[in-house]
């Protein structure tokens, strides 16, 4: 089959799908690869070092669209680029079909089959498809690189011939993917670093990254948000007071807050209230992973940088991966060729898209001109 790499069209968009390493791998499957001219080039990739790689450079979308089979992408198609497919072909990209039911139903009538990296299982045979924890585990590295951008102190303590300087402490709210990367690089880079989560189960996986796991006095488990697969559900209301409680507690002696606080299908929880970043020191920075879904922090602005009041930072972007397009790219392009690989058992360029497969399944979200999401829950874990 062609495998055919579209430039991303979403502003400020600097990722790419396919890198010439991972169009190395597609050919031992048995695949040709295409791109279109300049695909690459913001994330760091020469349309020459594609062609070196055995890729066809071609000069626009459309040419792109008319030759490829599969079509690979970073961002969810617009309307117009859905519009594009045709009868039989398959996209793969994230997609966010709930979000999206329009371009599912463009999708069907076009004809083609997508598959959605957003709607991977997190499901151990999984994980080497994971896209959204391969951006996550970015963006959470980035948001500590991030905040050490606009701290005014090292992370690290140290004692120098020009004075004592103490270390910067860390709060990381939610331990998910990327606030686990965020507590992994906080704690190398010296910080005293708390980290807190709905999920108990964290705790040991926190503190064996040498942070500290923030318990609450909240009876005599703090398992109230705990939910199945890894991911949280909403709290009551008496669990959220104790949470806020101490996080008023920790708000005036902590200079960095990171949060990363998800649940499914919902808006962020607000967990950093305006009268917390009030108590926060002048010069204190938070980052706010989940500014996409409206902010942990009440402050927070999705996409910009702003200055509170009392001189703390929150920053809200919401384009981490795309901050660290090389990376992001080169993961998220083995992420794709993962998914190809299984879509491809033979190894023999011949695209066998198994519905009967778990996977392959749950990330189905059109298939042939039918809307097959949401999928079955999966059978294996
Ligand atoms: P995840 O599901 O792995 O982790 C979220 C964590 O939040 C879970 O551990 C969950 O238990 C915890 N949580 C839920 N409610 C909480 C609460 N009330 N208090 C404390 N913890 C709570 O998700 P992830 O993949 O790590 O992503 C985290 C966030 O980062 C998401 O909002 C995602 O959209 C965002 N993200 C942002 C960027 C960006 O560029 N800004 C990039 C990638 C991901």
Redesign the pocket.
Known sequence: MKIGALAEIFPGENRVAMTPDSAVALAKLGHSSVIQAGAGTKAGFTDAAYQAAGVTVLPDAAAVVAEADVLVKVRGPEQAEAQALRDGQTLISFFWPAQNPELLETVKARGATVVAMDMVPRISRAQKMDA??S??NI??YRAVIEAGNNFGRFFTGQVTAAGKVPPAKVLV???????LAAIGTSTSLGAITLA????PE?AEQIESMGAEFVYLDFSETQTD?AATG???AP?SPEFREA?LKKFRELAPEVDIVIT????PGRP??K?WTADMVALMKRGSVIID?????GGNCDLTVPDEKVVSDNGVTIVG?????SRMATQASTLYSTNIRHMLTDLTPKKDGVINHNMEDDVIRGATVAKDGAITFPPPPPKIA
Not at 196 to 199: E, L, T
Not at 317 to 321: A, G, W
């Open positions: 959204l924890s951006m996550a963006a959470g709210v939610g331990a998910g993917v990327a606030g807190f989560d709905v999920r964290v948000g890894g991911y949280a709290s949470q990363t606080a998800l649940i962020a929880p967990l992973l989940a500014a996409e879904r972007y919401t384009d981490f991966p």
